[in-house]
């Protein structure tokens, strides 16, 4: 009585590898086409903001905005010069006073005494801080400056910016040095370096790229931010004539026109958006060109 020849084992085993196979392929395949239309889908609203702030800001945008003061309320014409130059000084105090204190913390942090409890108490406030709404580090600002100086000031405003972009630069500039290899110290290290030579000649340069991008962080956070600049530097319609005084600056002004029943006033609150959006894409891209690894 004959019977039937079975298959053999490894016949088996490849269709069953060769099925399960498949369905990984198609399920990769899957995968992939989600990740690229979500991906997309992240760009829909950057776009969008983009192409609004194209087409509401571009038809004022010409140099008298940038060389004009305000218009009064209902009149037409004008600029805003004093507010992007009271921007750009008061984002430059902020940088000043937090730049050198961030990166040298993070050294710190991370060079030093990276299990300490110094360090420890250091991370734990950076990020308590990032999550602290920017109107207390107004208030905070103007308890300490304005009330101290008896007036507004840029230099108040500077003062809360830097409050509210230090955590910022902190954490960045630390996890920067993270990224440094090891090998790196160590090579460093073997040929005789000290601590301070490996940080400053090794660390630090190989770092530099990653850093300035935090900073540039920092800056498009502090460019943008209003309430700080509300309680600290309050507005102005004249140009600048010192830092002890009250400051006009681009959020402000495009919180102050936003909310005027002008439509000139309204369309120029749009070109200062763009002209902020410009100003923080120029030092990001410069930055990026001038620190970026050889």
């Known amino acids: 009585m004959s019977t039937a020849p079975t298959a053999a084992p ?79 000084i008061m984002v430059g105090i902020a940088l000043v006073l937090a730049a050198p204190l961030g990166v040298l913390s993070a050294i710190y942090v991370n060079e030093y005494a990276p299990a300490s409890r110094l360090a ?92 300035m991008t935090g900073i540039m962080l920092a800056v498009a956070r502090a460019a943008g931010e209003t309430a700080p600049l509300i309680f600290t530097a309050l507005f102005s319609q004249y140009w600048m004539q010192s830092i002890k005084e009250p400051t006009a600056s681009l959020a402000v002004l495009i919180y102050n026109f936003s909310t005027l029943p002008f439509e000139h006033q309204v369309n120029m609150a749009w070109t200062a958006s763009l002209v902020l959006v410009i100003f923080v894409t120029i030092a990001n891209v410069m930055a990026q060109v001038i620190f970026r690894k050889k």
């Open 120 to 211: 420890h108490a250091v991370r734990f406030v950076a990020k308590l801080l990032t999550g602290i709404p920017s109107i207390i580090c107004g208030v905070f600002a103007y308890a300490v400056i304005v009330l101290a100086t008896g007036g507004f000031s840029a230099w108040a405003g500077g003062f809360a910016l830097a409050i509210l972009v230090l955590p910022t630069i902190i954490l960045t500039a630390e996890q920067a040095l993270l990224g440094v290899p090891k090998a790196f110290r160590e090579a460093s290290y073997g040929l005789g370096a000290t601590n301070f030579q490996t940080i400053w000649r090794i660390v630090l340069p190989d770092a530099l790229p990653a850093i």
């Open 10 to 88: 490894e016949d088996f085993f490849h269709r069953v590898h060769t099925a399960n196979s498949g369905r990984r392929a198609l399920g990769n395949r899957a995968l992939n086409v989600l990740c690229v239309v979500l991906a997309l889908l992240t760009l829909i609203p950057l776009v969008s903001i983009i192409f609004l702030l194209l087409k509401r800001g571009l038809p004022l945008l010409n140099l008298d905005v940038f060389r004009l003061l305000p218009p009064a309320a209902g009149m037409s014409g004008g600029g805003f010069g004093n507010a992007v130059a009271g921007t750009l």
